[in-house]
C-alpha cells in the first residue's frame, strides 16, 4: 500500500482486524454455563462477524481506490474472512447453555438478570 493511503486505509483496516480478534477472545471469555454468558458470547461473536464484514468492505474500497495491490493477494484475503465469517456464524448459532439447570436454577439467575439490569 502506498504511504500516502497508508493513515487513510491501511491504520483503520489493521484496527478493524484487531478488533475482530479481541472480539472472538472476549466471546471465549464467556463459557455458557448461564444464560447472561450465552447471550455475551453471541453478542461478542456477532461483533466479530461485524468486524471481518467490515474488512471485506474495506478491501472492497481499496480495490475500488484502484490502488497498487496485488488482486490475487486480495482474493486470497477476502476467501479467508468468508470462511472466518462462516466459522463464526456457525458458533454463534451452535453456542447454547451448557450444563443441567433445575428450573428453580434458571427462576434464581432470571431474578438475578432482572437485578443486575434493573440497577443498571
Given at each position: 500500500m502506498p504511504k500516502s493511503c497508508r493513515f487513510l486505509i491501511g491504520v483503520p483496516t489493521a484496527e478493524t482486524a484487531r478488533?475482530?480478534?479481541?472480539n472472538i477472545n472476549r466471546a471465549y471469555h464467556f463459557y455458557p454455563s448461564?444464560?447472561?454468558?450465552?447471550?455475551?458470547?453471541?453478542?461478542?461473536?456477532?461483533?466479530?462477524?461485524?468486524d471481518c464484514e467490515q474488512l471485506l468492505l474495506d478491501m472492497q474500497?481499496?480495490?475500488d481506490a484502484?490502488?497498487?495491490i496485488n488482486v490475487n493477494r486480495l482474493e486470497n484475503l477476502i476467501k479467508m474472512a468468508?470462511?472466518?465469517?462462516g466459522k463464526l456464524q456457525s458458533k454463534r448459532k451452535n453456542t447454547r447453555?451448557?450444563?443441567k439447570q433445575t428450573v428453580e436454577d434458571r427462576i434464581r439467575d432470571?431474578?438475578?438478570?432482572?437485578?443486575?439490569?434493573?440497577?443498571v
Open positions: 478488533s475482530m480478534v479481541a448461564s444464560s447472561f454468558n450465552v447471550l455475551e458470547r453471541r453478542r461478542y461473536l456477532t461483533l466479530a462477524i461485524a474500497c481499496m480495490k484502484g490502488l497498487p468468508d470462511a472466518e465469517i447453555l451448557i450444563g432470571a431474578e438475578a438478570e432482572i437485578e443486575r439490569l434493573s440497577s
